[in-house]
């Protein structure tokens, strides 16, 4: 008799296949080949790419040599060195598209087990931003928020990122300041330094005035300059991060958003 819920029953599961699953040590070793050829640039010898990916030099030569039968390395045979080949490039060109929502929700599970929070993804209107996707670390005490929950646009750590990206106007942002509802209340002056701040990082920090007790921490990611569409924010109880922390968690999200705005703009290749 199962007594779990559904969702229950598929983390379990999920976590059995987890544990099962055993990486196939050819593909692995033909990734980090191709890895070391990249990050080397210019064209290096068998020895050279073997030790820089930590393979073994009979293995490494086995899988360069196929690799370079479908066109995935050239093999310079009088210099005896390899180089990533142009089957490389046909296939990034194959790579569809991504938007900005899809990129961050790749990241946003990594960045919720790294620093054992809540992360979120929000959608950006004009005047809203709408929680359209969260992730939780895995532990028996966590955090959540419910799908669907909208906000105003320039509240929270969200609110200060969009703010930021937007380039308010110091006016327009106080007249709409008053609109705004806090559980713990924040001076304008404080908000308008911390907005300031947003733009100086690259991402945003509301430590417990939006809720008590809570700390949020968000970057956005943006179609073009000053028209951020996706946020993506992490939420921890107060007091379980330090302030650099904190600093480390907002750089993995100001790193996530810019990544995804690359891979959108179809300049992350």
Known sequence: MNDGTPRQDEEAAARKEDADFHPVPAVGNSVRLMRALAAGREPMTLTEVARSAAVPMATALKILRTLAMEGLVLHRAAEKTYQLGAGIVQLARAV?????????????????????????????TRTRVILRERALADRPLRLD?????????????VGRAVAAARAVPRASLEAKFDELRWEVPIPFERYWAEVAEAGRRGYAVDAGHLYKGVHAVASVAAEAPGEPVAAISAIALSGTMDADR?????????????AAEQGANGTGH
């Open 96 to 124: 569809p598209a991504l938007d900005a929502d899809a990129m961050l929700r790749e990241r946003m599970t990594g960045i919720a087990t790294r620093f054992d929070c809540l992360t979120a993804l929000w959608q950006i």
């Open 145 to 157: 928020m419910q799908v669907t929950q909208r906000m105003p646009v320039y509240l929270g750590a």
């Open 246 to 258: 904190l600093a480390e968690l907002g750089t993995a999200l100001r790193e996530a958003c810019r």
